[in-house]
């Protein structure tokens, strides 16, 4: 099972741009697809992007499609979420997500701490 630690989070104003990056360990990455997730006070945990094992197929919410971009590097075993344009709503915990799969559901099995991301307006 593949360990996931993010980091980046921090709190940035409306406009700004944040990168959150998460790195893995102890597994094969190139078998996982990956994903980003992320929960704000009071809501359900919701998908935000994901990306096939390959690297291709980026994938992303409505709310977030155009301003954020999911890439993945297999050097470093890493998966970056470039944010830009961001806005209050999206003030959340961000969490990095796994699946040895070719394309992350909406239910993976592996999971990072998260990292909270704060957007003021």
């Known amino acids: 099972q593949v360990q996931l630690v993010e980091s980046g989070g921090r709190l940035v104003q409306a406009g700004d741009s944040l990168r959150l990056s998460c790195a893995a360990s102890?597994?094969?990455?190139?078998?996982?697809?990956m994903g980003w997730f992320r929960q704000a006070p009071g809501k359900e945990r919701e998908f935000v992007a994901g990306i096939s094992w390959r690297g291709d197929l980026p994938s992303y919410a409505d709310s977030v499609k155009g301003r954020f971009t999911i890439t993945r590097d297999s050097a470093k075993d890493t998966v970056y979420l470039q944010m830009n344009s961001l806005k209050p709503e999206d003030t959340a915990v961000y969490y990095c997500a796994a699946e040895r799969i070719a394309i992350i559901s909406t239910t993976p099995d592996c999971w990072g701490q998260g990292t909270q991301v704060t957007v003021s307006s």
């Open positions: 102890g597994g094969t990455f190139g078998s996982y697809a």
